[in-house]
């Protein structure tokens, strides 16, 4: 186990619960990230995608939409 690294490579500890190890920069409360989440200490946040789409989304869906339709906003 490297607890201090090379120049220009950050050190890893083992985390407190699995015991894999995992960069102290990213540990949480001696924790790797997936097992903080796990446990509580950390929300998920979702991540934006940054490719292209592929295939329609909803406004493509609305030109498709005849005009006599009944779409109920008028109720």
Avoid: N, S, Y
Avoid at 57 to 71: G, H
């Amino acid at each position: 186990m490297e607890l201090f690294a090379e120049p220009g490579r950050p050190a890893k500890k083992p985390c407190a619960r699995c015991g894999h190890p995992t960069r102290v920069d990213r540990m949480i409360h001696g924790f790797g990230e997936d097992c903080a989440l796990k446990l509580g200490l950390i929300v998920a946040v979702p991540r934006l995608r940054t490719d292209e789409q592929t295939g329609t989304d909803l406004l493509d869906l609305l030109a498709e939409e005849p005009e006599d339709c009944c779409d109920g906003w008028d109720r």
